[in-house]
Each structure stands twice: as C-alpha cells, then as structure tokens.
C-alpha cells in the first residue's frame, strides 16, 4: 500500500467542525483512500472511504483533491466522544492480497 | 449478530507458555487480520488471511503462527510467549480488500 502522512495531532474545540488532512503523493489510480478512526481503550472503527469523488456518509464527509494526492476528512460539529485518533490508510481495490495496514495517525482532541 | 469476537479478553501467560488466541466471525468474511498494539502505539499487522486455508505475513509475524481452517474462525498461536509480547491483539474480518473492515474488542496479553 502506499504511504499516507498526517499531523501526529490536532486540537478542536467542542461544536466546531474539524479537518483532518492526509497526503498520499503516490497515490495510484487504483487505491481507495479509507478512513478508521480509534477511541480509547476500543478496537478501531470503519469512518469512511472514496476513490476519486467527494463522499458523506452519518458520521463525516471525505473531501478528496482534484489530483488525488491529498485528501480531507470532514467532521462536522465535533463533540467529546470525536476524540480519538483517526486514520488515512490507502487500499489498493485491484489486488486480491492486501492488507490493512495502519500508520501512526492524527490523534484529534476535543476541547469543551 | 455478534460481529467479531475476540476469546479470551483477558489472559496472563508465563514466559515460555503457549497459547492460542481465537477471533471468529459471523459475517462471513473473506478477509481476516490479526494486530498487536503497544500502549502509546499505532496498529501494527501480525498475520492475515484472504480466504480460509490461507494465510500471510504481515509486518511483525516473527513468535506468531496463524492458521485459517474454517472460514469464519482466525487462530493466532504463541508458542512460547516471551514479555516482548505483552500487548493488547486485535483481530479484524471484511468481505474483500476494499470494504469496511470490523474489529473486535481486542484481547490484553500481560507476559510475565
């Protein structure tokens, strides 16, 4: 898979909305950006995932650049239970045999 | 419908011990993984599979072995368990490489 880079940490105030950015320069034409995300002391949890088009779904929006070699996730009005650290991980759809790897991720905090 | 299920929770071994590590899943899912996470630390893949009867290295195999007899079912096996291994494993399924992938609640090893 290749590489994604993200800040190791952002702050958000409580009702704000908040943007995650993730780079992926090498991206290639067949790599789905996903996004998980992990609360404390729990298992990580599916947030969302596009390929070249925006995206919305309950939980945020994945706003992804015109040449695709960075993309954004978009929460909409942080809360509390938003704290946790999310991750960009890039899958390729054309291969049977890949597997999830996770990197270090942008542990996002919340503030009241 | 149970999801992932992670057995057991909890469990402290003896160096030198052996144990075996269950996550079954109710979904049927093709794709399965097991990660270990360090306290501070992102995910890192151990093993996983793309289908029953098969298995694959992921990035910190070594003191591990997997085996993938039914489908639904993803065995992680220590042999002899060393405190290097103390962690918390968390186990994973998806249908294919570019759907959302489940976790379960992972499982506390403590090495002593």
């Known amino acids: 898979d290749a590489k994604t880079t993200q800040p190791n940490s952002m702050e958000s105030n409580e009702e704000e909305p908040v943007h995650l950015p993730c780079n992926h320069s090498?991206?290639?034409?067949?790599?789905?950006i996903h996004w998980y995300r992990q609360l404390p002391s729990q298992g990580p949890e599916y947030v969302i995932h596009?390929?070249?088009s925006n995206v919305n779904n309950r939980m945020a929006s994945l706003a992804i650049a015109e040449d695709r070699k960075s993309s954004t996730l978009i929460l909409h009005r942080a809360t509390l239970r938003d704290a946790a650290v999310y991750y960009c991980i890039l899958r390729d759809f054309s291969s049977g045999n890949t597997p999830l790897v996770f990197g270090k991720g942008t542990r996002l905090s919340v503030i009241a | 419908n149970a999801g992932v299920t992670q057995t057991p929770k909890f469990r402290v071994l003896k160096t030198g011990q052996s144990m075996t590590l269950l996550c079954a899943q109710d979904m049927n899912h093709e794709y399965m993984y097991w990660y270990r996470q360090d306290p501070g630390m992102g995910l890192r893949l151990i093993h996983y599979?793309?289908?029953?009867?098969?298995?694959a290295k992921g990035e910190v195999p070594d003191g591990y072995n997997v085996s993938r007899l039914k489908k639904q079912n993803f065995l992680l096996g220590l042999e002899s368990a060393a405190p290097s291994q103390t962690s918390v494993y968390f186990c994973?399924?998806?249908?294919?490489?570019?759907?959302?992938?489940?976790f379960g609640q992972g499982t506390r090893l403590t090495v002593v």
């Open positions: 599979s793309v289908g029953e009867g098969t298995t």
């Open positions: 090498t991206i290639s034409g067949t790599d789905y």
């Open positions: 596009g390929l070249t």
């Open positions: 994973a399924s998806s249908y294919s490489p570019n759907t959302e992938a489940f």
